[in-house]
C-alpha cells in the first residue's frame, strides 16, 4: 500500500473551500480562487521575500499572523485574509511605509500609476498618525536612461530580484541595516558607473516612483510588469 | 500719539498678505506698506531635485496661473537641453498659456474685483462679493462664472486636469491635440466672445465713477516691463522683454531669459517676504517697474487680433502718454481676455495644430537655463543651475508680484494720504486702499516662494492704538 502524501490539499479561505497543489502558497491559491490579498513585494514572476508584510493573513489555531506570499499550505488550513485586525494591520503598514521617507505624490512620476498609492486608497487610508521622519536621501541620476529617487523607495527589493533572477546581473543590492537601508548598484558605485546592463526591467517592476525612466515625467509613466511571467515561460520552454 | 491702521487680512487677494497705515500724532499717513506675510520655500527644496522635474514641482506654486509656472520652468529646462520645442508643441503651450490667461484675469476682474466695481467701493462688507454680483447683476455674474470655465475647460482639454495638469514637459508637451478636442473648444468660442463683450461694455459703463479712484490708485510714473514680438504686438509665451520709461522710451529691448539676470535684480525690504525686483542699471527703488496687463498694453503697439486691436487703441485713449493709474489694470484686463479668445480661434484655426510630433528629447547640454514667459498678472522668470547629471543646483524665481511690489507699496501709500484725514476713515476708505492692491492682481503665494531667513517686522500696538513695541529683524 503506498504511503505517499496526496498532492492535492484542501483549506479554507475565508469561508471557501478550496482545494490546491502541494506546495502551493496561500496567496497562489487565493489568487487562483479570486481571493484578493493585498500586496507590495509581490511580483509574478519573481522569488517571494515577504518583506512587505501587507500580504498577512491569519490561520486557525495559529496566534501569529503569516504573510501569505511565502506561507505554503496544509491540508485543513482554516484561512482569514480580510480580518478587522488584518486590516487595522495593513494600514498601520502603510502609514510606516508613508511616514519612513518623502512620498509626495502630487509632484512624482508614478502618481496615478503607483502601487503604493493604490494601496492606501484601497486600504482605506485617510491618515497618517505617525511622525514624518523628512529624512534627507539623495537622487541618483547618473545614469544615462533611469534615475533613482531613494526618496520615494519602500525596500520591497523587486528590482534587486530582477536584476539577479531575471536579468542575471545582479547589480542591485541592499546596503545598511533596518531603517538605514538603501538599494545600491554595485558595491555602491554611481548608477551610470555601474556594470548595469541597461536593459530597465528593474524601473518596469518598481512599484514606486523611485526608479523611473528619464524620458517619463510629471503622470507620465505607467510601469508594465507583466513580461516577467511570459519571460519566464518562454525560458522554461527552451 | 501715533496709531497704526492694520488691514489683516487683504482680503480678495490670491495669498496671504496685509496692510499696515502709519499716522502721525497729528493724524497724517506717515508711511504705508503691504506686507506679504507667508514663506514658500520652492527655490530651497527644489535643490538636488532632477531638472526635469521642475515644471510639475513649480507649477505647485499656484493654483491660478500653474500654466505660467509650467511654461517658464519648462522653457528654462529646455535652455539646458539645448532643444528647439516642435511648432505644434509651441503652438500648443500658447493656446494653454492663453486659456490660464482668461481664466485667471476673470477670477481677478469678476470674483475679486468687481464687487467693488459693481456694488460700490462703500457697499455693505457682507454683500460685496462675488454672490452679492450675482445677485445684484445676474448677467454678469454668469459672464465671469461663464469665462473662467471657458479658460479651465481648455486647460482640462489640453492637459488632462484643470489645476496642475502634468502635460506640459521639458521639450514640449506629452499629447498632440484630437480634432474632437479641438472642436469642443472651438464650439466654446461664441460664448466667450458674448460674455467679454458684455463685462467690456458694464466696465465702461461704470468706470465714469471712479475718476477719484482713477487719480490715485497707484497712479503715477513708473518704467513697465513686459515680452512683446518683433512686429511689437503683444506676446505671452515667446518673443523678448522690452523696458521701457513713464514716456514709453524704450530703456532696453530684447532682453532675453539668459540675459534677464544681468539686467534685474531683487531688493529686499524689512516687512515682506516678497522681493522687490528693479533694473539694475537705474538701481533700487528708481529702477522698479510695473509689470501685467497695464504694462503689456503700455508696451505692446498692437494686438494682432482685430477685435483686440479696436479695443487697444480705445485703451491707449485712456491717458495721454501712457495709462498711468493702476486703476486701469481692470481695464487693460477685459482687452487682454479678448485677444485671448480670439488668438486661441486663430491657434486652431491653422491645421498645424493637430500634427502628432510634440516633443523634443535631449539630456543636460549646459549647465544653466532660463526662461520666461507672460503670467497673467506679469512677467514670470525661472533660472535655474544644474550639475553634470541635470540636478538642480540652485534655482531662482522672480515672479510678476515681486516686480510689481514696489508699485504696490507707492500705490497704498498714494491712497491712505488720500482718503486717510486727520486720523479718520472708514471701513470704505480702508476697503478702497486694500483695492489698490487687488488693481494689480498679486498672487502672494507666487510671489513668497523663496526660501531661508527672512526679514520680519513685528509691531505691538496697544488698545488705543499706540505703538507700543516694535522689533525688527533683519
Given at each position: 500500500m503506498s504511503q505517499v502524501e496526496s498532492d492535492v490539499k484542501t483549506l479554507v479561505i475565508d469561508e471557501q473551500e478550496v482545494s490546491a497543489q502541494a506546495g502551493q502558497t496561500i496567496l497562489e491559491v487565493a489568487l487562483e480562487n479570486e481571493i484578493k490579498i493585498p500586496t507590495l513585494c509581490h511580483l509574478e514572476g519573481l522569488s517571494d521575500v515577504g518583506a512587505c508584510r501587507l500580504c498577512l493573513v491569519e490561520i486557525k489555531g495559529n496566534s501569529k499572523l503569516l504573510p501569505a506570499c511565502v506561507t505554503v499550505v496544509q491540508e485543513g488550513m482554516e484561512v482569514s485574509t480580510n480580518s478587522e485586525r488584518l486590516q487595522k494591520h495593513r494600514r498601520t503598514i502603510l502609514e510606516l511605509l508613508f511616514a519612513e521617507r518623502n512620498h509626495i505624490c502630487s509632484v512624482c512620476v508614478s502618481n496615478g500609476h503607483c502601487e503604493l498609492q493604490t494601496l492606501g486608497q484601497e486600504q482605506g487610508l485617510t491618515h497618517v498618525r505617525l511622525p514624518y521622519r523628512n529624512p534627507e536621501l539623495g537622487v541618483d541620476a547618473s545614469h544615462e536612461r533611469f534615475t533613482v529617487d531613494h526618496n520615494r523607495c519602500i525596500l520591497c527589493t523587486r528590482c534587486v530580484r530582477v536584476c539577479a533572477e531575471i536579468e542575471g546581473a545582479h547589480v542591485w543590492d541592499v546596503m545598511g541595516r533596518g531603517i538605514n537601508s538603501v538599494v545600491i548598484t554595485d558595491l555602491h558605485e554611481e548608477w551610470g558607473k555601474s556594470?548595469?546592463?541597461?536593459?530597465g526591467k528593474c524601473v518596469q517592476v518598481c512599484p514606486t516612483g523611485a526608479l523611473f525612466d528619464k524620458s517619463k515625467i510629471g503622470s507620465d509613466h505607467p510601469k508594465y510588469p507583466d513580461f516577467l511571467p511570459y519571460l519566464n515561460l518562454m525560458r522554461e520552454a527552451q | 500719539m501715533s496709531q497704526t491702521i492694520t488691514i489683516?487680512?487683504?482680503?480678495?487677494?490670491e495669498g496671504h498678505g496685509k496692510i499696515t497705515i502709519q499716522l502721525s500724532?497729528?493724524?497724517?499717513?506717515e508711511a504705508a506698506h503691504f506686507h506679504v506675510t507667508q514663506v514658500r520655500g520652492f527655490e530651497r527644496f527644489s535643490?538636488?531635485?532632477?531638472?526635469?522635474?521642475m515644471p510639475s514641482l513649480m507649477a505647485r506654486i499656484c493654483g491660478i496661473c500653474p500654466v505660467s509656472h509650467l511654461i517658464a520652468s519648462a522653457k528654462a529646462c529646455e535652455a539646458i537641453m539645448s532643444v528647439r520645442i516642435p511648432h505644434t508643441a509651441a503652438q500648443l503651450r500658447r493656446m494653454l498659456n492663453l486659456a490660464q490667461m482668461v481664466q485667471s484675469h476673470a477670477l481677478s476682474f469678476f470674483y475679486l474685483a468687481s464687487p467693488d466695481l459693481l456694488l460700490g467701493m462703500e457697499a455693505d462688507p457682507n454683500v460685496r462679493n462675488i454672490l452679492g454680483v450675482a445677485a445684484a447683476k445676474p448677467e454678469l455674474g454668469r459672464a465671469g462664472v461663464g469665462l473662467r470655465r471657458f479658460g479651465q475647460t481648455i486647460i482640462e482639454l489640453l492637459g488632462d486636469k484643470r489645476v496642475h495638469p502634468g502635460w506640459v514637459v521639458p521639450g514640449g508637451v506629452t499629447e498632440p491635440l484630437s480634432p474632437a478636442k479641438r472642436d469642443k473648444i472651438l464650439a466654446m468660442i461664441p460664448e466667450a466672445y458674448a460674455n467679454v463683450a458684455l463685462a467690456l461694455g458694464a466696465y465702461k459703463q461704470i468706470a465714469g465713477a471712479f475718476k477719484e479712484e482713477i487719480e490715485v490708485f497707484a497712479s503715477f510714473p513708473t518704467n513697465y516691463l513686459s515680452l512683446i514680438n518683433e512686429d511689437e504686438s503683444i506676446e505671452f509665451t515667446d518673443g523678448t522683454l522690452r523696458l521701457v520709461d513713464s514716456t514709453g522710451s524704450i530703456i532696453e529691448d530684447g532682453i532675453t531669459a539668459a540675459r534677464f539676470s544681468e539686467a534685474m535684480g531683487e531688493a529686499v525690504e524689512p516687512y515682506s517676504y516678497t522681493k522687490f525686483a528693479y533694473y539694475k542699471p537705474l538701481g533700487y527703488p528708481a529702477g522698479s517697474y510695473r509689470v501685467g496687463p497695464l504694462a503689456r498694453l503700455n508696451i505692446v503697439k498692437a494686438m494682432g487680433t482685430p477685435r483686440a486691436e479696436a479695443e487697444l487703441a480705445e485703451f491707449k485713449q485712456?491717458?495721454?502718454g501712457l495709462v498711468e493709474s493702476s486703476f486701469h489694470y481692470h481695464h487693460a484686463r477685459l482687452v487682454e481676455m479678448l485677444y485671448g479668445i480670439e488668438k486661441i480661434e486663430e491657434i486652431l484655426a491653422d491645421p498645424r495644430i493637430l500634427g502628432k510630433h510634440v516633443r523634443a528629447t535631449a539630456g543636460v547640454n549646459r549647465l544653466e537655463g532660463a526662461g520666461q514667459a507672460e503670467a497673467p498678472r506679469g512677467t514670470l522668470h525661472h533660472h535655474y543651475k544644474v550639475d553634470d547629471n541635470g540636478k538642480i543646483t540652485w534655482a531662482n524665481l522672480v515672479i510678476a508680484t515681486g516686480q510689481n511690489n514696489n508699485a504696490m507699496n507707492l500705490g497704498v501709500l498714494q491712497a491712505a494720504r488720500h482718503y486717510v484725514k486727520n486720523g479718520k476713515f472708514t471701513e470704505g476708505i480702508l476697503n478702497r486702499v486694500e483695492a489698490v492692491v487687488r488693481t494689480f492682481d498679486p498672487c502672494l503665494s507666487c510671489s513668497s516662494h523663496a526660501a531661508g531667513q527672512m526679514p520680519l517686522e513685528i509691531s505691538l500696538v496697544s488698545a488705543d492704538g499706540e505703538v507700543v513695541d516694535r522689533v525688527v529683524r533683519d
Open positions: 556594470t548595469c546592463t541597461r536593459c | 489683516d487680512p487683504v482680503t480678495r487677494l500724532a497729528q493724524g497724517e499717513v535643490e538636488g531635485r532632477p531638472f526635469y522635474e485712456l491717458a495721454p
